[in-house]
Each structure stands twice: as C-alpha cells, then as structure tokens.
C-alpha cells in the first residue's frame, strides 16, 4: 500500500506542484464542505470581491463537495453542472485541492491546470469521514441547513489525487496546448 503524503491546510503552490495523479493524501487542518447550493454562492462572491464580509479565506483551501449532516460527511459527484461549475473560479481565489467523487470535462482539467489546484476523490466512506472530524462551524450560508458551507476541522483525512497538471485517472485526457 502507498503511503500517503501528509498535508496540511492551508496548502501552498510548491506543494501542490509535487502531486501526481495516484498519490494517497491525509490532510490535517480546515476544509471548507459545500456543494450544489453553496459553491455557485460561494463564487458570487468571489466574483463582487465579498469574501471578506462572509470571512472566508481560500488561499490554500481544500473545498470538499459534500454537505454536513448528523450522519456525518461524504463526497457527492463533483461533475454535477453547479459544482463542476464553481471549480475554475474556487482554484482562482486560491482554492488548492477539491474533493469529491467522479470524473470532470477536460475544460475543467485544464483549469485546475492553469491555477496550480488539484482534484482529489474520495471513497464513499461516511464513518471513515466522520471519525476524521475534529470540529465542525458553519462558515456561510446558514439558511441552507446542512448545504450550508462549513468549516470543518479534520485530521488525518484521506484522498487519492485524481486529477493534477493536466493529467487524469480517469481518461487520457490532454491539456490544450497553452
């Protein structure tokens, strides 16, 4: 078995760079959860230049597609049109790995490319999650119950880097020439 490369949040630009596609993680720290409701919000925001006034900080942020439930956390899929979506943006504010289930377009591939982020899946283990978890806060968008965006502390949390600089695990994917 692999061993997984220890990371922890927030996760800066030389970091990154040394993943490659099939590298086990564990990441200690914060991550933010959110997904179809959340993120499309998230990048409204972002695009007004308003990540101050909800005081969220995504330098170096890990954003795993999930909601916050008392069952606990699991990924959801990651392609779906208002998570897919938010990708490029979220990696251009500074979001560095996004967490998730499934494979993503080639446009988004790209992105994350272009921005120095990363896509990352997960299994659908909820317990497994769950034990990971340290500390849960909601960040923003507390009217969306447990869509809403959470801030969650973890400790060692797994991930498989599924998508990095260009290349995917799930397709023979090319970037487009820059």
Same mark, same amino acid.
């Given at each position: 078995?692999?061993?997984?490369?220890?990371?922890?949040?927030?996760?800066?630009?030389?970091?990154?760079?040394?993943?490659? *596609?099939?590298? #086990?993680?564990?990441?200690?720290?914060? *991550?933010?959860?959110?997904?179809?409701?959340?993120?499309?919000?998230?990048?409204?925001?972002?695009?007004?230049?308003?990540?101050?006034?909800?005081?969220?900080?995504?330098?170096?942020?890990?954003?795993? #597609?999930?909601?916050?439930?008392?069952?606990?956390?699991?990924?959801?899929?990651?392609?779906?049109?208002?998570?897919?979506?938010?990708?490029?943006?979220?990696?251009?504010?500074?979001?560095?790995? #996004?967490?998730?289930?499934?494979?993503?377009?080639?446009?988004?591939?790209?992105?994350?490319?272009?921005?120095?982020?990363?896509?990352?899946?997960?299994?659908?283990?909820?317990?497994?999650?769950?034990?990971?978890?340290?500390?849960?806060?909601?960040?923003?968008?507390?009217?969306?119950?447990?869509?809403?965006?959470?801030?969650?502390?973890?400790?060692?949390?797994?991930?498989?880097?599924?998508?990095? #600089?260009?290349?995917?695990?799930?397709?023979?994917?090319?970037?487009?020439?820059?």
């Amino acid at each position: 078995m692999k061993r997984a490369i220890k990371l922890q949040t927030p996760i800066d630009d030389r970091k990154i760079k040394t993943l490659k *596609i099939g590298d #086990h993680i564990e990441i200690d720290g914060r *991550i933010y959860c959110g997904r179809d409701a959340v993120l499309p919000r998230l990048v409204r925001f972002i695009e007004e230049n308003g990540l101050g006034r909800i005081k969220v900080n995504l330098r170096g942020a890990v954003i795993f #597609h999930t909601a916050v439930s008392p069952a606990g956390i699991g990924p959801t899929t990651s392609n779906k049109v208002e998570i897919e979506g938010s990708i490029s943006t979220l990696s251009r504010a500074g979001v560095k790995i #996004h967490l998730g289930k499934g494979s993503l377009s080639t446009k988004t591939v790209n992105e994350l490319k272009r921005y120095n982020s990363v896509f990352a899946i997960t299994p659908p283990v909820t317990a497994l999650f769950s034990d990971k978890m340290i500390s849960q806060r909601i960040a923003a968008f507390k009217e969306e119950g447990m869509e809403a965006l959470y801030e969650v502390e973890v400790k060692g949390f797994p991930a498989i880097i599924a998508i990095a #600089h260009g290349k995917s695990i799930f397709s023979r994917q090319r970037v487009e020439k820059e």
